[in-house]
């Protein structure tokens, strides 16, 4: 800020200015000079003495009790002693006599500039201090990087997480401890962030000199220098681990992994404690458990950490490569056969051990599954499915993703192969005679549905219908089958006996079907034999009931089919009330062998003449099963002795 009252003087120094400030404001009075200098920020402030209103000195005064950091310069035609004196009280930076050396003068305004700039360097170094005491204040993980990302600073904090020591860090970018797995994307926007002067703030996720994967909530600030160009960048982290989801985690910590070793760890019955009504306690739990868990594993496994699952399952992992050779079994080093029996003799101690539960003493038992290599962690989710349907407690679960996958893989292709089969008219009815055992001739066909493949081979049940449940296409067959049923009734004069389980029946589009193609066969209904198959995940009984009320009279027979074996034969015929009843094909290829098979269809036999009940004997594949069941009574035979099935 210039204040000059004279006009002429205030032009020709002004000019000099120009060379020097990138601003210059001019006053002609001290107390306008004085309301400048409180709404600008004024780095130097140049002013003659004698100025009406408010002369310099005065104006100096009032400016000294607003701030003791700005440059002042005098300019004065006066040399009065008493100027002087007040001008070095007030502290002033040069005292100048007009008319005015130009040299003289630049010279001054040179030095002015540079005191100016050196304060200010001073100044934004002071800061700059300030905030890393700041964001040490705040955030225990600091590093400082230069320009082109490398490390000049870490604390303490940063290598205690990391694992890696200072001299292993400063000189390195961090790419040192970045998980190789996090995109790049992420930091390539970061440092197009940066570079733009710009704070920058993401979660990344990092790894530790043992491997160990860990997340954090990343600032990075760019510190500019007064020329306005980056004099380094500062990173402040908030470690946020246990905030991320532990399976994320555990995905995380494979996914870079060639090949890994896996350990799922599973409460048995823990449905039982996930009904406890104290969640918290249940938290609480699985928790404790974790803690106690790890401690139990052992050393020479070398796992670092247990991730809880949640729903009483739990993981410990690590890098399988990386793994040394411990033990040597029958002379053969094996890291993976010492991790096994350490890992079982592990579950055999915390099956015996006991863990308090709130108010209940709770003996836990877990089971595990252990899988390494390529595809450790889908192998070892698998390996758990696999025990609780087993009911067995340890596996090694190699290799069943793969198996799995195969699995997929063939339904995939035979789901294709029932599609193509639908739409070009290739899903057909197969008929099996049933032969009357006192005249030897053919009363009644059961009608079997058959799959023609592209290279038309005739395909029975067994290669498509269990996959075709999994899909959409289950009900089409069905449909298929009961339209192909029915015309089979124009091609004979014998009956026609149609499966259905308790699930088909259950559908209203299957019902409906049924129904329908009754009323328009209304002559031939009575010629309908409609047979249940034995069904153990029947939903709703009394929809089966009904629809049995609803046919019979229409003249439908009612046959359960394999009887004997089943779960609840004799329940069916309560629930059923059948006309027939079909003696399971296993007693009857064995009767011969086996005297209990022989007592068995005895039996059945028996009861059926006594509730006046038909039956019927499959699987009759010789003239000794023809023979022997003849003699006991059985009413009809079905078998490959008389016909395999075929087109009517």
């Not at 997340?215 to 990075?220: C, E, G, L, M, N």
């Not at 539960?357 to 390529?374: C, R, T």
């Not at 197969?430 to 023609?452: A, C, D, G, W």
Request: hydrophobic share 35%.
């Amino acid at each position: 800020m210039y204040v000059e009252d004279c006009h002429k003087t205030k032009e020709s120094i002004g000019m000099i200015f120009k060379e020097f400030f990138d601003t210059v404001i001019t006053s002609s009075d001290g107390e306008d000079g004085l309301n400048k200098f409180k709404k600008n920020k004024i780095d130097i402030v140049i002013t003659d003495i004698n100025m009406p209103k408010l002369n310099g000195i005065d104006m100096i005064k009032k400016i000294r009790d607003i701030s003791h950091d700005v440059s002042i310069v005098v300019i004065s035609a006066y040399n009065d002693t008493n100027y002087l004196t007040e001008s070095i009280r007030c502290q002033v930076q040069d005292y100048l006599f007009k008319p005015i050396n130009r040299k003289e003068f630049k010279a001054t305004l040179d030095k002015l500039k540079n005191q100016i700039i050196e304060k200010k360097n001073k100044l934004a170094r002071t800061r700059l201090l300030e905030d890393y005491q700041r964001v040490i204040d705040n955030c225990s993980i600091i590093s400082k990087t230069d320009t082109k990302g490398i490390i000049t600073y870490v604390n303490d904090e940063f290598c205690k997480i990391s694992g890696y020591s200072r001299n292993e860090l400063i000189g390195k970018s961090h790419n040192i401890i970045r998980d190789p797995n996090e995109p790049s994307i992420v930091f390539e926007k970061m440092w197009k962030r940066i570079k733009a002067k710009e704070i920058w703030q993401g979660i990344i996720k990092n790894r530790s000199k043992n491997g160990e994967l860990y997340y954090v909530k990343t600032t990075i600030k760019p510190i500019i220098r007064t020329d306005g160009e980056i004099e380094e960048f500062i990173a402040s982290r908030t470690l946020i681990t246990d905030i991320i989801n532990p399976k994320q985690q555990l995905y995380d910590f494979i996914n870079p992994m060639s090949e890994s070793i896996v350990i799922l760890i599973k409460i048995e019955d823990f449905k039982y404690i996930d009904g406890y009504n104290q969640e918290n306690l249940k938290d609480k739990m699985q928790r404790d458990f974790a803690h106690k868990l790890f401690d139990m594993v052992p050393k020479e496994c070398d796992f670092f950490k247990i991730y809880l699952l949640d729903n009483g399952e739990f993981a410990i992992a690590k890098n399988q490569i990386k793994s040394d050779n411990i033990c040597c079994v029958n002379g053969k080093c094996s890291h993976i056969e010492t991790i096994i029996n350490k890992i079982k003799d592990f579950q055999n101690k915390i099956n015996k051990a006991k863990i308090n539960i709130g108010y209940i003493d709770y003996d836990l038992s877990i089971i595990i599954s252990l899988a390494y290599g390529k595809n450790a962690l889908e192998d070892a989710k698998l390996g758990i499915k696999t025990l609780l349907q087993s009911k067995q407690g340890f596996i090694i679960a190699n290799g069943l993703s793969k198996k799995n996958q195969d699995k997929s893989l063939s339904r995939i292709k035979t789901f294709k192969m029932i599609k193509n089969a639908i739409d070009s008219y290739n899903i057909v009815s197969h008929f099996q005679p049933i032969i009357n055992n006192e005249t030897m001739q053919i009363e009644k066909y059961e009608s079997l549905v058959r799959l023609i493949d592209k290279d038309q081979n005739i395909l029975p049940p067994y290669f498509f219908l269990d996959t075709s449940k999994k899909g959409k296409y289950y009900t089409e067959i069905t449909s298929i089958v009961l339209e192909n049923s029915f015309k089979a009734l124009n091609k004979t004069d014998a009956s026609i006996s149609i499966n259905l389980s308790a699930s088909d029946i259950e559908l209203d589009e299957t019902r409906v079907k049924f129904i329908n193609l009754l009323k328009t066969n209304q002559d031939n209904a009575k010629r309908i034999i409609l047979e249940l198959t034995e069904d153990e995940n029947i939903k709703d009984f009394k929809t089966i009931k009904q629809f049995i009320d609803d046919i019979k009279p229409l003249g439908v027979k009612i046959a359960i089919d394999d009887f004997g074996v089943g779960y609840s034969c004799f329940e069916r015929v309560l629930d059923y009330t059948p006309d027939i009843l079909k003696i399971d094909g296993r007693l009857i290829k064995n009767i011969n062998e086996s005297d209990l098979s022989y007592s068995i269809v005895e039996s059945i036999v028996s009861f059926s003449q006594k509730e006046k009940l038909q039956t019927i004997a499959e699987f009759v594949e010789s003239e000794e099963i023809y023979n022997t069941i003849s003699k006991m009574g059985v009413d009809y035979s079905q078998g490959y002795y008389f016909g395999k099935p075929g087109i009517l």
